[in-house]
């Protein structure tokens, strides 16, 4: 056991060494929904406002606020969560083209350690990362009004983080397994990073695409952590916006608002339940998991 929370460690401190790197990492999210807040915010607003039917005399603008605002932060950590992990796993790569794996092989370390090893180093790496921005963000946003959340829903928040991080670790870890050199890797990272906002409906809500297309992204379990931050972050606001409509409209707009900005995961127009979502996210990660054993075992046993 020792062994592998040695090389666990030295993972860490791998990548937490480049202070520089970790601080513009968190300084480039802080800075995007800054502009999210500045840019963005307004188009989600009216879009808002279209669906109130009547009731904008009624809502409380303020709590119109916070829901856009909620949905804004919402997809940076889900894109976090996509870059951050791969980001941490920059490790095996830099350890191959450094020819570093090959040493690392004549140890006595068992393969499985070696990979699980790297994998628990990006999820915790990862978690901190994405937990620090997001807590700025609630901070941030703590001081613009009320988000009316609950310490049981900041905490189920945290989980979904954490999960996250393993889910996209995994699935990444299957990826990196192709890279030999930096430069391909960091190659693809910019393709992510490109990809990341479309595919969890950061930018345009997933339900404005067709069936098809919600269907592929919600292959992804990035998309499901989003559905589940946004359920976690948002809940508390829209229980105060039903509240102060008092059952005028039946729940309708509460309705509308969660089935366009997608609070349920839907697989060819199937809508998901939480439950089912966290279950998806749990074996998606599972299967990953234990592919990446088998695969990278496999690698380094042809070294």
């Not at 669906?51 to 950590?77: H, K, P, R, T, Y």
């Not at 009004?145 to 996209?168: K, M, N």
Request: glycine share 6%; hydrophobic share 55%; charged share 15%.
């Amino acid at each position: 056991m020792r062994d592998f929370i040695g090389f666990t460690k030295r993972n860490l401190l791998i990548y937490f060494k480049d202070v520089q790197a970790i601080i513009f990492s968190l300084l480039t999210s802080i800075i995007v929904f800054a502009l999210y807040l500045l840019f963005l915010k307004g188009t989600f607003v009216d879009a808002v406002d279209s669906a109130m039917m009547g009731l904008e005399n009624i809502v409380n603008a303020e709590d119109i606020d916070m829901l856009v605002s909620g949905i804004l932060l919402v997809g940076i950590i889900g894109s976090a969560l996509i870059t951050v992990p791969y980001a941490c796993l920059q490790t095996i790569v830099r350890d191959r083209e450094l020819k570093v794996s090959d040493d690392i092989c004549t140890t006595p370390i068992k393969r499985w350690k070696i990979i699980l090893s790297y994998f628990t180093a990006s999820v915790i790496s990862s978690f901190i990362m994405t937990a620090i921005i997001f807590t700025i963000g609630i901070v941030i946003l703590s001081f613009m009004g009320d988000l009316h959340l609950t310490v049981l829903s900041l905490l189920s928040c945290y989980g979904t983080i954490l999960l996250g991080a393993i889910s996209s670790t995994a699935l990444f870890m299957l990826v990196v397994i192709f890279f030999k050199k930096n430069s391909a890797s960091a190659a693809f990272f910019g393709i992510l990073s490109a990809a990341a906002g479309f595919v969890i409906g950061a930018y345009i809500p997933l339900s404005q695409f067709s069936e098809s297309v919600q269907s592929v992204c919600y292959l992804f379990p990035a998309s499901h952590m989003t559905v589940l931050l946004r359920n976690g972050i948002l809940n508390g606001v829209l229980d105060s916006i039903n509240t102060t409509i008092g059952g005028l409209d039946n729940g309708l707009f509460i309705d509308a608002v969660k089935d366009s900005f997608s609070f349920n995961a839907k697989f060819f127009g199937n809508s998901m339940s939480i439950g089912n979502t966290v279950l998806y996210i749990s074996a998606f990660a599972f299967v990953c998991i234990i592919a990446m054993v088998v695969l990278y075992s496999r690698t380094y046993k042809r070294k």
